[in-house]
């Protein structure tokens, strides 16, 4: 997204250049945390820094300068928007929103939280999820008050609507065990524009509201380090503006929210191997995780580092739910409806990576695509069989015990809904090469910084570092491996953004 294509309206401020090249002690990025005495002078102060104008750090900006802080946002690139303008724009929302009232989508606060917190992760952040139910109707309202559009349009389709229904069931509510654990309601709230866009509306609703409110807002200036007070509150921030090294005075608080780090390949290898090998990394290039980085470099712990969203997008069409995903042992390990994110993770972290789709006439990709590419074709199972490298009959136990059961409407071992459940029979035959390297694997990543639900963040003995807030995917939120939905990450993102920045601009900083 550039900056013009965001808002006309939107051109950038001066406020950094009259910056004078005096103060900055030299700066090597990614080393720690400079101490304030290295500092000679500061080239300009400001009560909020936010760092990264993704949905969290524009939603924090807002929020700052409607609490009356002078806000600056800084983006390290020549665009605007980060991977949040470039998502689907989905919002995770429930618990009655005004869409769902409209649309007659029964919902309460209680189910939303029932499916957050028990059908991904074991030990997920239940103080954030609770908050983010109970609020999830204002945070809607809010949305719609900062001028995202949405439609009175609801679609039962699985998959992002390519049309511009605004409302469907973005998860894995309706497959088994989910839809065991909480009654399913549909809670993707997505713009209601037509195709892939709905994160470009959104990033441009929301970057408007920012700028007509009066944050600064600066492309192409790269935080590098924190500068930290004797005892340890955060004074500033070193940037680099053309190639020089600034130094910024924040009077209130720095929100980092800067996102994840898919396209850093080194801190992948450190911390997420699983994802490493994921064949897209789905996010801005600037994903590097340069805030996750200095926060740590300023005692914050970080926590979830290795998980991530790991995506297998085998539908649309849903026709090809009827057949059935298998690993190296020619076995099923789940439903085959189960959402994108809930089969990636299965695959990425659980299968080594590996797994096929087995697919007869009617469940075959009945259209051009290359996502996934036919790595087995034949007649019968035992053809396609002798064409992996599956133990010796494998394959053609599990299909026999799958159409022995699907026949009378049962899935004893996963439950796939009647819609899909029905017997593979009719040739021909194909495997489709599920894996992470070979298919199109999207992943990015959900580990971050350690945060209260203020955006403080905090230290491993678990103390807030004064001065320092941070928000989406820079932290590690609600999303946790298995993503269950799409919309949680933005859904945390400019839910906590805002939160972060209202603390933020709150903060009784040193204001000398
Ligand atoms: C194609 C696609 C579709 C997706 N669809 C959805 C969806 O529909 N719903 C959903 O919930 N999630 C979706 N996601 C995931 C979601 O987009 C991200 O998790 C989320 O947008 C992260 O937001 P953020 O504000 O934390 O970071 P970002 O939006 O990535 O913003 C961070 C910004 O910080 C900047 N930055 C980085 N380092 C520095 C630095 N040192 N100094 C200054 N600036 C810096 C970056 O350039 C970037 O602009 C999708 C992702 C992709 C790629």
Not at 7 to 23: D, F, Q, V
Not at 198 to 216: C, H, K, N, P, Q
């Amino acid at each position: 997204m550039t900056k013009s294509s965001v808002n006309p309206s939107i051109r950038r401020r001066s406020l950094l250049t009259g910056l004078a090249a005096t103060a900055a002690a030299t700066v090597t990025a990614g080393a720690a945390a400079l101490p304030r005495s290295a500092v000679k002078a500061w080239d300009m102060s400001i009560d909020v820094l936010v760092i990264g104008s993704g949905s969290a750090g524009v939603c924090a900006a807002i929020e700052a300068r409607q609490a009356g802080a002078e806000v600056l946002l800084i983006e390290s690139l020549s665009q605007l928007g980060g991977s949040s303008g470039m998502s689907g724009g989905v919002v995770y929302a429930g618990g009655g929103t005004a869409l769902q009232k409209a649309l007659k989508v029964e919902d309460s606060v209680e189910q939303m939280y029932r499916f957050v917190s028990l059908a991904g992760d074991v030990h997920p952040p239940l103080d954030k999820i609770a908050l983010y139910c109970e609020e999830s109707p204002a945070h809607f309202d809010w949305l719609v008050a900062q001028g995202i559009p949405y439609t009175q349009k609801l679609t039962l389709a699985k998959g992002l609507p390519m049309g511009d229904e605004s409302l469907y069931f973005s998860g894995t509510e309706q497959a088994w065990p989910a839809r065991e654990l909480a009654t399913p309601a549909m809670r993707g709230h997505v713009p209601g524009v037509v195709g892939m866009n709905g994160g470009r509306r959104l990033m441009e609703a929301l970057l408007s509201r920012a700028e007509s409110l009066g944050v600064s807002l600066r492309t192409r200036v790269s935080a590098d380090r924190l500068v930290t007070e004797s005892d340890g509150r955060i004074a500033g921030v070193i940037v680099t503006i053309e190639g020089e090294p600034r130094a910024i005075r924040v009077k209130r608080g720095v929100v980092l929210a800067c996102g994840g780090f898919i396209h850093n390949r080194e801190m992948l290898k450190l911390y997420a191997p699983k994802l490493y090998d994921c064949s897209v990394p789905w996010g801005n290039v600037d994903d590097q995780g340069d805030g996750i980085n200095m926060g740590i470099a300023a005692g914050a712990a970080a926590l979830r580092m290795h998980e991530g969203f790991a995506i297998a997008p085998i539908y649309p069409p849903e026709n090809v739910i009827s057949g059935i995903v298998v690993n190296a042992s020619g076995q099923r390990f789940i439903s085959e409806e189960s959402y994108h994110g809930v089969l990636g993770d299965a695959i990425t972290y659980h299968q080594k990576g590996q797994a096929w789709l087995i697919t007869d006439q009617e469940s075959s990709y009945n259209f051009q695509q290359d996502n996934f590419l036919p790595v087995a074709e034949g007649s019968s199972i035992n053809a396609i069989a002798a064409q992996l490298n599956f133990p010796s009959g494998a394959l053609q136990q599990t299909v026999a015990y799958y159409n022995q059961h699907a026949i009378n409407g049962d899935d004893p071992m996963f439950h796939k809904s009647l819609t899909y459940l029905r017997p593979l029979q009719g040739a021909p035959y194909k495997a489709w090469d599920l894996s992470v390297t070979q298919a199109f694997f999207p992943a990015h990543t959900f580990g971050g910084l350690h945060t209260a639900l203020d955006g403080e963040v905090l230290n491993s003995f678990g103390d807030i570092i004064p001065g320092l807030y941070a928000a989406g995917r820079n932290t590690a939120g609600i999303p946790t491996a298995p993503y269950i939905a799409s919309g949680l990450s933005v859904g945390d993102c400019t839910f906590f953004g805002r939160r972060a920045g209202r603390a933020a601009a709150a903060a009784n900083g040193d204001l000398a």
